[in-house]
Every structure is written in structure tokens, then in C-alpha cells.
């Protein structure tokens, strides 16, 4: 589920050279050597210098782990892994059916992709992270020694063994990671926006989110998956609703404790579950790749995206901006950028086994 | 119960190691709480060169014993890095009693010490599942041995409640709240619900499907949303399929027993709710109609609420709470009944005589989602408050 928007964070990297600071001077330093205590991985994105985002539900936290994983790719490598599932169960000690892919990031600067895991499926299940470098090989990265930090995103005063937050997205842009989720008891839609570094004094801000329908009502809803992504020269997230729509809401909107209402520019129908975006560029041209549940991926051109001036009305057949499905493509549970020609995509099969692979960007 | 099997003899391939299972030439070793035979991991020394044993049935840690001093001694000055380890005792996932040739096998750490090989897996062995531990020994034949902790013995996991406890739901509920006896599985969720129409036939996509299950803590409370698009007016889903439940008709709710509990074991049973559908309900709960049973002074009896209709059951449990005097929330427990129209709370000491509040937070919602002042859907022309900004409703009662 990598949203990170690549363009913001060449320009950050760029700036940064301009600035003559040193790599490690900069972000990781927040970071502190040590064990982080996770209870669970589930959404993964990585910012800028090989820091990996990690959202921990069961913690109702967000990790920044320094991955050290710095040397840029050489060499044309693409990962291409059979039955990946059954290699990651070996590796843990289990059989593929006691494993869950919670999500995956490739690290934009080595090409290497990394993987959260639940190893088991009880409530004793336990946090893993697996790398998957360029030439397919699985190997376990230790969260153990690594530079890390944390931010809580529970309100103390809410603490419930019951409720509990599922984290459905995370991106990074600019110097703020979103963050999405979902309750387990009020159909609320929270959005928070934490500055990184992370920092004792300013714990990020929640924001609530809504939609308009044909119907001219509008109503809170979940986001499930999001990108940060440009839009006409002005910062926007593009966002996927539990209900389907796509939705536009301008960075500089998301305002303190407000109530945002996004610009529905289109509706994905009932047979789209929207699981993970990448924006890409090809001839020109910038599109959104967005992988569903079971129906195929979608291509979306962002031409127009930014003046779309909303659905407001009941439209017959595809509603808002065309797309087009990438019909050959069937299965993919998790997508995200690789390089420029190619996403990396885990697709689970007919049989139920996963394989890793990268795929051409159409 | 823990039963551990360890089967070791020298390898010759894999045919002859499949002949000796089959022949029953293993060594066998019960363990645990009823049929063991009094024997713990390290009672089984044996003298007659390596053996492979599990130190205990935590699956924390597999050893190599009974190797003779000479050859620790070349094995230590080796030096090992954790890669090269594997090369001479590693563990493996056994699938089909078989180990595949360019199999990766169980990461861990290693090391020698009291005459041990010592490997610690980076995450315990899991009970259930079947390993294959071997020793290489330079010109020697390799030592396997097969490791097995079975899983506990406990008793099947059933559905003890669905919430709403009613069996009339408005066409826009919103959700269900699935309390099982134990914990159960992560990933196989939507897989064994289904919503049946009164024809006997499946609803299609009726329900939310989230990649990320939504678990309570315990792992043993599950909920589950209808599909947002099939109830909110004006989005594709519903234009294409309709509502999810139509007014007037007949549903049953179906869990079926496949659903694996955490210890990987079916329910007891299938699950069976049957509901009929009203009119959707569009009409915010109103604290003002709540009816109030204060309760007397210097006794523990609950303070009894009464609301005009269903409240969602989670939230009513923990949105819901009473403070003293001075604002102070009071100890005590909630209870729900009467199709979680009542709500009763109990005090953890006895009531003083004094000015209580009843403080409600607005975003306790009914079944449809509707909150406290406010609708689940809002006409777009009209104004509402951030929810941010909205916070709780007091009611004020005297406890004499």
C-alpha cells in the first residue's frame, strides 16, 4: 500500500543535497536504537531514506523503523517468487495456511520489498517482517537492533479491550504520514495526519471525512486505501471510500479537528473493492493503478481528476472519470510501485498459494 | 495436552526414512497432562552418539545431544556464522513427512554450550505443526529426527451471542456483533458467514469485506458491517443490487461450523439468526426520551435507563456512564438486556445519597448508525456539526 508520492520525495531528497546535510543528520536521527515492542504489522509504506512505516493495530501505534537498507539497486533484477507463501512459512516454522500477508512496501531506494505478516491466526499471532530482495530471495528482517520510534494513536482515555482500530492505509508526503482507519464499533471515518519526525508535543490531528451521492446526502464513511497525489499543482488525496467511491480531498483542507467533504470523481460499482493505489507516469501521461478484491486492476488516467467537478447526479453505466480494467490481471491482493516501468504485485492464485512478482505498468 | 514425537535414526534417504515411520521403528514419546509416561525432554538421554530433542513444550528450543567431545570441539572452532549453521543442523516444516531439497529452513539463532548444539527458533514452534530436525555430520550419516507438539485439547468453540439480540431489524442495519466462546482464527471470516434470503438462497455481497478482520482484543468478539454502499441511497452498489435487506421480508444469518477457532479447530456448530426486516430507520436517537429509574440511596441496586429503542450494543456499553457530584466518573459495571432496550449499571460501592449524571457520548448510535443528534445520512444542504466539536449529553438524577 505505498501512497508515497515520489515526486514530493525526490524533490525532499533533492532539497536535501541542495542543503548539503548529511543522510543520517536528517530524519533517522529522531530514531533510537533499539527492539521495537510490536503486537502486530499491518499497514506498511516507506518514507523518505529507507524509513519504513509500520502500523501496529493491536497497539493502535505507528512505527518508523530506519531499515538500513540504503544502497541504491544496481543491476535489473526483478523479484519473480513462486509460491511465496510456502517460503515464508518455512522460513518462520508454520504451513502456508497458518500465514497472513497484511501488506507489503518495495523500499523506492534498493528495489527490496518488504512484507507484514501475521505468523498464526489466533490471538496469539505473532508480527513479522519478511524482505524480499531483487533476485527473489526471502529473508527476515530482525526487528531487533534497528533505529526506530514510535507514535500512539489512541486516546488514552478510550482504552477498551473491545474497541479496537483496524489501520487500513497509510502514506507518507511532503514531512506528514495519514493515516486511515477503520473502528470495530462506531462507523466513524477518522483521517490523521501526523507530522514526522515524530514528536512528543504534536501527536497529529484526526480529521473527520465525508461524501456526497446521486441521492445529495452525505454521510461519513471509512476510507479504505489512499494516495497522496498532485492534482493540478495543488497537494490532494485521492481516496478509496468501504463504499466505493473515489474520492478527491485537497491536502490543505485537512484543517484540525474539521469536517472535510470530499469531491466523489468516480464510482467504482458494486463488483470493486479498492485494496491498494500507485500513481505512475507512461507516454506523458499519469494514471492510478488500483488493485480490487477479486475484479481485476483499474487504470485510471488523473487528467481531469483536479477540475472534476464532483457526482452529484444519478448517471447511468460508469459514473465520474473513465477507466479501463486490466482484465488479465486477476487476484492481486497488494500493489505498489517497483520502478518506473513496473509494479510489484501479489497475486493469489486459483489453488490459494501467493506469488510475488512484478508486473509491466500498462 | 502435550504429545511430542521424536523419531531419530540415521538417514539414508528418504525412502528408507518413509520404511522406518512405517514400520513403527521410531522412538516414541508421550508427554504431558494425562498419557505421558512420566518422562520430561531430557529423560531421554541416550549414550549411543547425537540425538535430536526438544528442551520442552514451549517449542522455544531444539538441542542436539550426545555428541561426543571431538567433534563439539571441531564444530565450535568453526565459528559458525547463522547461514552456515544451517548447513549442519537446521529445522524444517515438514509437508507430507518430506523436506524439498532447496527448502529454507525455520530461522533461529545458534550456538554451543553445556555440550549442546542449542538452536532457539526466531518464533516458537507452533503446536500442530509436523518439523524434521537434521543433523549433518561430516562423513557420518545424518541424524533426524521428527518433532511434533500437538495442539491442546480444549473444549469446542461456539457463537454464544449475535447483537442485535432482536429478531426485527430495521432495512438499513447497519451491523452485527459476533461474540464467540474463544478466541477464534484471523483470515477466513467472510468465508463462513452468509446471509440467506427467506428463499434459502445467499444474499449477494450483502456484508463489508475488509482485508483487515475486525477483531476485538481477545480475538473473540467479531464485527460485522453491511456494505456501507448497499445502504446508503444514491451509490452504485445499491442502484445496481438494491439494499442488502428489503422491508417485510425474512433473513437468517448463517455462521457455519468450518470457521476454525484460534486453536485451528471447527465450532461445535453452525449458527443459525433469523430475523424479519422493518422499515429503515432514519431517526436519531434522542437522549431526552431515555427514562431514568434513579436508584436509592446507600444501596447498590443498578441504575435502570430505559431507551424508546435498540441501541447498538458495544457502544451502549462503553459510550454510556455515570459521574458524581463532582463529575466524577463512577465504578461500576453495565449490563444490557431486554434486546438492549435496558441499560443497567451497577455500582462497584453503594450509592450516596446526591445529584448523579447520566453522560452519554454522541456518538452512541443505534442500529442504523444514526448518533445521537444526528442521522447516518444528512441531507447535503444542511449543516452539522463536526463530530469533533459535539461531545456528550448529561441527564441529571438524584440517587435518595
Known amino acids: 500500500m505505498l501512497r508515497m508520492n515520489r515526486l514530493v520525495l525526490s524533490a525532499l531528497a533533492a532539497g536535501l543535497l541542495l542543503a548539503g546535510g548529511s543522510r543520517a543528520a536528517d530524519l533517522s536521527d529522531s530514531l533510537k536504537k533499539g527492539t521495537p515492542e510490536l503486537k502486530s504489522v499491518g499497514a506498511l509504506t516507506f518514507g523518505p531514506q529507507g524509513i519504513l512505516f509500520v502500523a501496529d493495530p493491536q497497539a493502535a501505534a505507528i512505527f518508523a523503523i530506519d531499515t538500513d537498507d540504503h544502497t541504491p539497486a544496481t543491476g535489473k533484477d526483478r523479484p519473480k517468487v513462486e509460491n511465496v507463501d510456502e517460503k515464508i512459512a518455512s522460513l518462520l516454522g508454520v504451513e502456508p495456511k497458518n500465514l497472513l500477508f497484511n501488506d507489503l512496501a518495495v523500499n523506492p531506494i534498493s528495489g527490496n520489498t518488504y512484507l507484514s505478516m501475521s505468523r498464526g491466526k489466533g490471538a496469539d499471532a505473532k508480527p513479522a517482517i519478511v524482505k524480499v530482495d531483487r533476485t527473489g530471495k526471502v529473508t527476515d528482517f530482525a526487528l531487533k537492533d534497528v533505529k526506530f520510534s514510535m507514535t500512539k494513536l489512541a486516546n488514552p482515555t478510550e482504552d477498551s479491550k473491545k474497541r479496537t482500530d483496524a489501520i487500513t492505509c497509510i502514506a507518507f508526503a511532503k514531512d506528514k504520514l495519514y493515516v486511515a482507519g477503520l473502528s470495530n464499533e462506531e462507523f466513524a471515518s477518522k483521517l490523521r495526519t501526523i507530522p514526522f519526525p515524530f514528536t512528543e508535543a504534536d501527536k497529529g490531528t484526526s480529521i473527520e471525512m465525508y461524501h456526497g451521492s446521486h441521492g445529495q446526502v452525505e454521510t461519513k464513511s471509512p476510507i479504505r486505501t489512499f494516495i497522496p497525489i498532485d492534482l493540478g499543482g495543488e497537494a490532494n488525496l485521492l481516496a478509496a471510500y468501504t463504499c466505493t467511491p473515489l474520492v478527491r480531498v485537497p491536502v490543505s483542507d485537512l484543517k484540525p479537528g474539521s469536517k472535510v467533504k470530499g469531491t466523489t470523481v468516480a464510482e467504482l460499482g458494486n463488483h470493486n473493492v479498492p485494496l491498494d493505489m500507485i500513481v505512475y507516469k507512461k507516454d506523458g501521461k499519469e494514471y492510478v493503478l488500483m488493485a480490487n478484491s477479486a475484479h481485476g486492476v483499474m487504470k485510471i488516467p488523473t487528467e481531469g481528476l483536479d477540475k472534476a467537478a464532483g457526482i452529484t447526479e444519478r448517471i447511468k453505466d460508469t459514473a465520474g472519470v473513465k477507466f479501463e480494467t486490466v482484465k488479465d490481471l486477476t487476484g492481486v491482493v497488494h500493489l505498489d510501485s517497483f520502478d518506473k516501468e513496473h509494479a510489484l504485485v501479489l497475486i493469489k492464485t486459483k489453488t490459494g498459494s501467493y506469488n510475488l512478482q512484478t508486473i509491466e505498468l500498462p | ?400
Open chain 2, 1 to 400: 495436552m502435550f504429545f511430542l514425537l521424536v523419531q531419530r535414526f540415521f538417514r539414508t534417504g528418504a525412502i528408507v526414512n518413509r520404511l522406518l515411520l512405517a514400520m513403527g521403528v521410531g522412538v516414541l514419546l508421550l508427554l504431558g497432562t494425562g498419557c505421558r509416561p512420566s518422562a520430561s525432554p531430557r529423560d531421554t538421554e541416550r549414550s549411543d552418539g547425537p540425538h535430536v530433542r526438544l528442551t520442552d513444550e514451549t517449542g522455544t528450543a531444539v538441542e542436539v545431544a550426545g555428541i561426543d567431545a571431538k567433534e563439539l570441539a571441531e564444530l565450535q572452532a568453526r565459528k559458525l556464522k547463522t547461514d552456515e549453521w544451517t548447513t549442519v543442523f537446521a529445522v524444517y516444516v515438514e509437508r507430507d513427512n518430506k523436506v524439498a531439497t532447496d527448502q529454507i529452513p525455520v530461522l533461529g539463532d545458534y550456538k554451543i554450550a553445556e555440550g549442546l548444539i542449542h538452536f532457539e527458533p526466531r518464533y516458537p514452534l507452533m503446536r500442530g505443526v509436523r518439523y524434521q530436525a537434521i543433523y549433518h555430520r561430516a562423513d557420518l550419516n545424518s541424524v533426524v529426527a521428527h518433532l511434533f507438539i500437538a495442539k491442546p485439547q480444549l473444549p469446542p468453540t461456539v457463537v454464544e451471542q449475535v447483537f442485535p439480540t432482536r429478531d426485527a431489524l430495521p432495512e438499513n442495519q447497519l451491523k452485527f456483533y459476533l461474540h464467540f466462546s474463544a478466541p477464534m482464527s484471523r483470515g477466513e471470516a467472510y468465508e463462513h458467514i452468509q446471509l440467506l434470503g427467506d428463499d434459502g438462497k445467499p444474499v449477494a455481497k450483502p456484508f463489508l469485506v475488509l482485508d483487515q478482520e475486525l477483531w476485538d482484543a481477545d480475538g473473540k468478539r467479531f464485527t460485522l458491517f453491511f456494505d456501507p454502499g448497499r445502504i446508503k441511497r444514491g451509490l452504485k452498489p445499491r442502484e445496481e443490487l438494491g439494499p442488502a435487506l428489503m422491508e417485510g421480508k425474512r433473513y437468517t444469518l448463517v455462521i457455519d461450523r468450518g470457521w476454525d477457532d484460534a486453536n485451528g479447530e471447527p465450532l461445535k456448530e453452525t449458527f443459525r439468526k433469523s430475523f424479519r426486516v422493518l422499515a429503515p430507520d432514519d431517526v436519531p436517537p434522542d437522549a431526552k426520551a431515555w427514562k431514568l429509574d434513579a436508584p436509592a440511596a446507600n444501596g447498590a441496586k443498578p441504575l435502570t435507563v430505559t431507551f424508546p429503542k435498540s441501541m447498538d450494543s458495544a457502544l451502549a456499553a462503553r459510550l454510556v456512564w455515570v459521574t458524581d457530584g463532582d463529575g466524577h466518573k463512577v465504578a461500576g459495571t453495565v449490563a444490557l438486556s431486554q434486546e438492549e432496550t435496558r441499560w443497567q449499571f451497577t455500582p462497584a460501592q453503594t450509592w450516596k445519597a446526591g445529584k448523579y449524571d447520566l453522560v452519554a457520548d454522541t456518538r452512541l448510535e443505534d442500529l442504523a448508525g444514526n448518533s445521537l443528534g444526528r442521522p447516518f445520512e444528512v441531507a447535503a444542504s444542511k449543516k452539522v456539526q463536526p463530530e469533533t466539536q459535539a461531545e456528550t449529553v448529561k441527564l441529571p438524577f438524584e440517587s435518595r
